[in-house]
């Protein structure tokens, strides 16, 4: 497991694996632990996107990522198991050919994985009335997402969430105990087993 941080809009991230503006890695059969004396933004497998291009072919295959002693509410930054992020500074960038599966991710916090939050363009996705311009879509939105075959137990909020994600398929998934932050901290935000957001 890793104690390397690097920064992340500025914020510092401990990180076990960390790619930034790859294409075509392809990782598997790998043991990622990340524990640290006390709660910080931690992540197992961090990918990011900072160039303004476009990221394709990330595939994670037969991953066990555990015991990542992240913060309790971050959702935004890598904060928990395998997590895809789009940085401020990467205006367009988006993620294409996004394959995770086989992979088993247990007692993380906050998320189990997360594909993949976009930092710049949150505005460009909001107040459309639930409607987003297809040039936004085709702008920002990460397509080619498959999420499958994967058991996320004891995520401490969300176990698999795809973020700005085009019709991810996301199939023959396990959570076991989403949420397990909030058994001991209320205020640790709702979170749910498998959902999309935006």
Not at 45 to 65: C, E, K, P, R, T
Not at 131 to 152: C, F, K, M, S, W
Not at 162 to 182: D, H, Q, W
């Amino acid at each position: 497991g890793g104690k390397a941080k690097i920064a992340v809009e500025g914020q510092q991230v401990s990180y076990g694996v960390y790619l930034e503006n790859s294409s075509y890695v392809h990782i598997s059969n790998l043991e990622i632990s990340n524990q640290a004396a006390q709660r910080q933004l931690s992540v197992g497998l961090a990918v990011i996107a900072s160039s303004g291009d476009l990221v394709s072919g990330i595939h994670l295959d037969n991953l066990y990522v555990h015991d990542v002693n992240g913060t309790l509410t971050e959702k935004v930054f890598p904060n928990g198991g395998i997590y895809f992020v789009v940085t401020a500074g990467g205006d367009n960038s988006r993620f294409d050919d996004i394959l995770i599966e086989n992979c088993s991710v247990k007692r993380v916090s906050r998320t189990g994985i997360s594909v993949g939050y976009t930092m710049k363009n949150t505005p460009r996705w909001d107040n459309w009335g639930g409607r987003i311009p297809q040039e936004v879509l085709d702008a920002t939105g990460h397509t080619n997402v498959v999420i499958r075959n994967n058991y996320v137990e004891d995520a401490g909020g969300d176990a698999i969430v795809p973020m700005y994600c085009i019709r991810p398929l996301v199939e023959y998934n396990i959570s076991n105990g989403a949420s397990k932050n909030t058994e001991t901290n209320p205020g640790a935000m709702y979170n749910a087993a498998v959902w999309p957001w935006r």
